[in-house]
């Protein structure tokens, strides 16, 4: 009983973690985008297409945070004391984001340039920790039994600065296709060429990345390239591949809805690969699930709340995408 609860909350927390990174992900990438549209009309307008659905997005890492501390606590206390720097910078960051939301389109127009920065500068930090946290979890962490017994700068290494970089590059994408899928007319023009140069840059770093990662620890490469694992990995990197090219022609085509549904593909399949790379370990490179479980009883008290709680949360999730769909044009503002 308490394994399958396990890979259940397992399940749940890799689901919510992969709904935060491809909902907030996007409108993030609007923030990291911003400096790429200089006039008043073209930044009320990018802020426009998420400001609707902005804060739903984040219940998804309210959520995978509190699973992760509900089923395996032991994970949580590691993850956080490892990451307690970059993961303050990131709510920082969001900080700043949030309520640059809020404030900006309250403000006379001489205070306005504050807000955009206060926008830019706070999407750009929650990404860039985003991704160094990542880069840290997937090196590893220094573990002495149940506890962290590494240092506070620990996270801060090669490896995770350009992972940090790689997700400002794959949010920008997501930001650049939602804007195509978004917008209309010169606004549009620009998010397509923005767009073929970061499909590129983003192909790019998913090679860099996927050499480096079985470098950085033995363990992952050999799951990589022992058989017959191989054979079953090898679909990753030419669906990759794949991918890329169609969504190249699908810009050059200039369709609309596609390319997002390719960057989506594209990060689902890093995403998928960063699951490859450490199951079934919560905390690499050696706690598992189970070690890190906490006790069956209390991993099924929580999964009640949780059962009931998602199809709520997938349920207005939806219902707003649904209500705010369509194009946003200059002049239809957020209230």
């Not at 997005?57 to 949580?76: I, K, Q, R, S």
């Not at 404030?103 to 160094?132: C, N, P």
């Not at 030419?238 to 549904?261: D, K």
Request: charged share 10%; aromatic share 16%; hydrophobic share 55%.
């Amino acid at each position: 009983m308490g394994i399958e609860l396990s890979v259940i909350w397992a399940i749940i927390i890799l689901f919510g973690v992969m709904m935060y990174i491809v909902m907030d992900g996007f409108d993030l990438g609007i923030g990291i985008l911003y400096p790429f549209f200089r006039q008043k009309e073209e930044r009320d307008v990018l802020m426009n297409t998420v400001a609707p659905v902005w804060d739903g997005n984040e219940t998804w890492l309210v959520l995978g945070g509190a699973g992760l501390l509900a089923a395996f606590p032991l994970a949580y206390a590691v993850i956080l004391s490892a990451l307690y720097l970059p993961l303050t910078f990131m709510l920082i960051g969001l900080v700043f984001r949030g309520v640059a939301f809020e404030f900006r389109f309250k403000a006379l127009e001489h205070e306005r340039h504050f807000w955009d920065k206060a926008f830019i500068g706070g999407s750009v930090a929650a990404t860039f920790f985003q991704g160094a946290a990542l880069g840290a979890y997937v090196q590893g962490f220094a573990v002495d039994g149940a506890r962290f017994s590494g240092g506070p700068m620990d996270w801060l290494t090669p490896f995770s600065l350009f992972t940090g970089v790689g997700l400002l590059v794959a949010y920008a994408l997501l930001g650049s296709t939602w804007l195509i899928m978004k917008t209309e007319g010169a606004l549009q023009a620009r998010a397509y060429r923005i767009a073929r140069v970061l499909v590129w840059a983003m192909l790019a770093t998913i090679a860099i990345i996927s050499i480096w990662s079985p470098l950085v620890d033995a363990r992952i490469a050999a799951r990589w390239f022992s058989f017959p694992n191989m054979v079953w990995f090898a679909p990753v990197p030419l669906l990759v591949l794949a991918c890329g090219l169609l969504m190249l022609r699908a810009l050059a085509r200039q369709e609309q809805a596609s390319p997002f549904v390719y960057t989506l593909a594209l990060v689902f399949l890093g995403y998928s690969g960063l699951g490859i790379s450490i199951w079934p370990n919560v905390v690499p490179p050696g706690i598992t699930i189970w070690d890190a479980a906490a006790p069956p009883q209390s991993q099924g008290f929580a999964l009640v709340g949780a059962l009931l709680i998602i199809p709520v949360i997938l349920m207005y999730t939806v219902w707003s995408y649904y209500v705010f769909r369509g194009k946003v044009r200059i002049g239809e503002g957020y209230h």
